[in-house]
């Protein structure tokens, strides 16, 4: 509808402008008390004016209209990742609720040994866990869009961290065959909320437990040119090179039926990236040869 309007808008131009000129060239021709050297400069002075005022038309006419096109290409893909994202969320808070439920219920019918309610008691807990990370994940995602995401300021270590996270994760990583590794400088410390840089780390393990199973997961830090330099890199699949720029965007997923099959509401990366912004930091997603995927972050000293 709106390529059918521009070209309306245009014809109907080009054949006013057509007019008023073909107009202009009669009424000329038709006076007889004006010498014809005369009207012929006149005539060549309306066509001018009119191209000129044609052109200037038609070039805010078109540049107006590859702005809206824009904007209505952008608001559709929103719109469609924004959908996507509510399917996800609805798929992602009912599995555990459904699997926190099903053990409570178990827990209250059956006869069972200790170790039985040790086990229904630990896997309640651990999918209440994820759907507390999810709802943290929600509305840490909707405080930043607010501006209402208050960072505190307090000396982290930074290996001791990531030891932290590599335990409190250790299950889903052996689960997904993933061998973690640690190459940080002796006492590397960085400024920034602690919480918010424990997601940042916890949302990179994530995306490598989902999408590079059965390879390695490293962890590197040092001070580079003055900066904080932390990456953290494996060796799955990767992506295209047509994809790095947006995996960062908000509810952004890779369309790939491999990645498609995955969960996940398309936010983890999206938080990672302002959560580094907020910190005055950058962090790029670089491909590795032959395969693999690198997270460089850099952030001040």
């Not at 720029?245 to 890779?254: C, E, G, H, I, P």
């Amino acid at each position: 509808m709106h390529s059918i309007l521009l070209v309306y808008v245009l014809l109907q131009f080009s054949w006013w402008g057509y007019l008023i000129y073909n107009l202009n060239s009669e009424i000329l021709h038709l006076s007889h008390d004006s010498d014809q050297q005369i009207l012929e400069q006149e005539m060549k002075a309306k066509l001018w004016m009119v191209i000129g005022e044609g052109t200037v038309f038609i070039t805010l006419l078109l540049t107006g209209a590859f702005f809206i096109g824009k904007y209505i290409i952008r608001e559709q893909q929103m719109a469609h990742q924004e959908r996507n994202f509510l399917l996800a969320t609805t798929h992602e808070l009912n599995s555990p609720l459904a699997a926190a439920k099903l053990n409570l219920q178990t827990l209250n019918r059956s006869e069972l040994n200790e170790d039985q309610k040790t086990r229904m008691i630990e896997s309640g807990l651990s999918n209440v866990n994820r759907l507390e990370k999810l709802v943290f994940n929600i509305l840490t995602a909707s405080r930043i869009d607010g501006g209402k995401f208050q960072l505190t300021n307090e000396r982290i270590e930074v290996q001791p961290l990531i030891e932290k996270l590599i335990r409190r994760h250790e299950a889903l990583l052996s689960e997904a065959s993933i061998q973690s590794f640690l190459d940080i400088q002796n006492g590397l410390s960085i400024n920034g909320d602690e919480r918010a840089i424990e997601l940042v780390y916890e949302n990179l393990i994530f995306n490598a437990i989902k999408y590079a199973k059965a390879s390695e997961l490293h962890f590197e830090g040092c001070i580079k040119n003055n900066k904080v330099v932390l990456v953290v890199y494996d060796f799955g699949p990767g992506v295209e090179e047509a994809q790095l720029k947006s995996l960062f965007r908000k509810f952004y997923r890779v369309e790939n039926e491999e990645t498609r099959a995955q969960k996940g509401t398309g936010l983890g990366l999206y938080l990672v990236k302002e959560i580094i912004k907020l910190h005055n930091g950058t962090i790029r997603a670089i491909n590795l040869k032959p395969h693999g995927l690198k997270f460089l972050i850099e952030l001040p000293k």
